[in-house]
């Protein structure tokens, strides 16, 4: 597995504020597998979506460049597909028509019948069997999502672009369609990035988790690695004896350090933007701790990692 199936190199995103450069993040630096789910947490203002619109070619870094699969993204492309936080569908079309209208976009030489055949596949896989024929109208907030990811999912992309696509549904119906979605990424080998303030939504759908610095100049601070084993279920996952290490490891990095990692940084803490530290919470791992005894200033314990109740 590739690990540099999606490379983000050294881009950065200033825009001209009353004849003057702000500056909302820059000098970051990402690799994702293919195959990989990773979620990106931060507060408003640290450039979450820009980092998602550059990825899917709706937004242009001021500098370096963004790699998917050997090739640099210069604008949109049906390899990436994006999910929104509304669901952004055509109102006068049904669910079918809706699907199979990005079907054809990709695929313009197919006739009725392969269309048809591949929108009602990625229907079915949604849960949406049977609803063929309603309009948006007609559709519950959670349905409406469904045919967004079966929409995007429709036309095979490469990669998948999550921004917040749960946030405005109720607990029961988010709880659902995260479900579907890890149930369809892992059966489809789907890469996946997305944006999300949900800290128990990011355990239990990521396979890494990137935290942001507060915005503006953010930075990629550190990269969690989730210690959960890959076929981990709704119902249990607060059961694993790591799930509170990095419940509690997210929260503290949102609370305090996404707006005091600069001043550790100015403290003396070895920090590389190429090379974000990966971090295992609720272990100690090697690399880690040369990298923390690296820095004498930047006081950690195995209590804030987790090991410790």
């Known amino acids: 597995m590739s690990k540099?199936?999606?490379?983000?190199?050294?881009?950065?995103?200033?825009?001209?504020?009353?004849?003057?450069?702000?500056?909302?993040?820059?000098?970051?630096?990402l690799s994702i597998a293919k195959g990989e789910f990773v979620c990106i947490i931060g507060h408003s203002g640290c450039g979450k979506t820009t980092v998602l619109n550059i990825l899917a070619g709706l937004d242009t870094p001021s500098e370096g460049v963004v790699v998917v699969d050997n090739q640099a993204i210069v604008g949109p492309s049906l390899d990436r597909a994006v999910i929104f936080q509304s669901h952004a569908l055509l109102p006068w079309r049904t669910v079918m028509g809706n699907v199979a209208y990005a079907v054809t976009s990709r695929w313009r030489k197919w006739g009725r019948v392969e269309v048809k055949a591949q929108a009602q596949k990625f229907i079915d896989l949604v849960?949406?069997?049977?609803?063929e024929s309603k309009r948006p109208a007609e559709l519950s907030g959670g349905m409406k999502q469904r045919v967004g990811i079966a929409r995007a999912l429709s036309i095979e992309p490469k990669i998948m672009l999550m921004d917040e696509p749960f946030s405005?549904?109720?607990?029961?119906?988010?709880?659902?369609?995260?479900?579907?979605?890890?149930?369809?990424?892992?059966?489809t080998g789907q890469t996946?990035?997305?944006i999300t303030h949900d800290v128990d939504?990011?355990?239990?759908?990521?396979?890494r988790i990137v935290?942001?610095?507060?915005?503006?100049?953010?930075k990629i601070a550190e990269i969690v690695v989730n210690p959960l084993p890959k076929d981990r279920r709704r119902d249990d996952v607060?059961?694993?004896?790591l799930f509170y290490a990095v419940r509690n490891y997210l929260i503290d990095f949102l609370v305090t350090r996404s707006r005091t990692f600069s001043d550790e940084i100015r403290g003396g803490r070895a920090y590389d933007p190429k090379k974000p530290l990966e971090v295992h919470p609720g272990t100690l791992e090697p690399t880690l701790v040369s990298s923390l005894r690296a820095a004498p200033s930047y006081e950690i314990t195995e209590k804030r990692l987790g090991r410790v109740q």
């Open 238 to 241: 607060h059961k694993h004896p």
């Open 168 to 187: 405005a549904l109720d607990a029961l119906t988010r709880g659902t369609l995260q479900d579907e979605v890890r149930r369809i990424c892992l059966s």
């Open 192 to 194: 996946v990035f997305m």
């Open 211 to 218: 935290l942001m610095t507060n915005g503006p100049d953010a």
């Open 127 to 131: 849960g949406l069997a049977g609803a």
């Open 4 to 29: 540099r199936f999606i490379s983000i190199e050294g881009i950065a995103r200033r825009f001209d504020v009353g004849g003057r450069a702000s500056t909302v993040f820059e000098n970051l630096w």
């Open 201 to 207: 939504e990011a355990i239990y759908l990521a396979d």
